[in-house]
């Protein structure tokens, strides 16, 4: 079930409704029925990152290897990112950072890091307003491409990979990734580390969804996570688990 194939349907079933109406007067309170279907199926795609029912997403690998890449949101964070990164390369494992534009500015020895360190950068929107998911498709390509200069101007790269802030998609913002030819990047485990939640609980929410192919969901902006992902790369080590970036996961590119 697509976007457009919802649609088309949409219009299908009111034209039956109109035609049946006029000619065999049923009444029209009948399209409250598609009215309805419509409006739950929208917001069904509108909030679940899987659905892809506006678009393509990537949310895991289809493959048997055990092979999980690890995702971090919201950063650079100047207290928090750094810590992500020690432990990371205590592991010596690749991950791979969405970053937010307007926190660029004042961390970009974090990012320089982020990139010097082999782990790959992502487009997580400029400002991650709340409004986000009200934006024109030029609105989101706006978001976009500030987002995509500042980080050029830091690492000299040019961002393939882009993950919708809250993980809400929309028609709009869906056209604006793809015109700007950006591979959507969603997740199969959302560790729900913002939330009060202990390390203890979300360590265990991780380690109970890890199979091969997942992407975890994690954000670099608390001490809590840092040590959740100690335990989840002790975890991935003793069960043969391989961390890979996404994009290796997916074999696709990060970079234009
Ligand atoms: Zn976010």
Redesign the pocket.
């Given at each position: 079930m697509t976007y457009k194939s919802t649609s088309i349907s949409f219009i299908v079933a009111i034209c039956i409704i109109v035609w049946l109406h006029f000619f065999s007067g049923i009444s029209l309170t009948w399209l409250i029925l598609p009215g309805s279907v419509y409006l739950a199926l929208a917001i069904y795609g509108t909030s679940v990152i899987h659905s892809n029912f506006y678009g393509r997403l990537y949310c895991y690998a289809n493959t048997s290897e055990k092979e999980i890449a690890l995702s971090f949101?919201?950063g650079p964070n100047q207290e928090y990112t750094p810590k992500v990164l020690s432990t990371l390369a205590q592991y010596n494992a690749p991950a791979t950072f969405?970053v937010?534009g307007k926190n660029i500015q004042g961390n970009k020895n974090i990012l320089k890091q982020i990139d010097a360190e082999g782990h790959s950068i992502g487009n997580?929107s400029y400002t991650?307003s709340y409004f986000l998911d009200f934006k024109s498709v030029r609105g989101f390509k706006d978001e976009l491409n500030r987002t995509e200069e500042s980080v050029f101007k830091v690492t000299g790269k040019r961002m393939k990979l882009f993950r919708p802030?809250?993980g809400v998609t929309t028609p709009h913002l869906i056209k604006a990734a793809e015109l700007l030819n950006y591979n959507i990047i969603g997740w199969s485990i959302r560790s729900l580390d913002t939330t009060n939640d202990t390390a203890q609980i979300i360590t265990q929410r991780v380690q109970t969804q890890i199979k091969p192919g997942a992407i975890v969901l994690f954000?670099d902006t608390s001490d809590k996570t840092v040590e959740v992902l100690k335990q989840t790369l002790d975890f991935a080590k003793e069960n043969g688990y391989k961390i890979v970036s996404v994009e290796q996961l997916l074999k696709i590119d990060a970079y234009q």
């Open positions: 949101d919201d969405f937010i997580h991650h802030p809250y954000h």
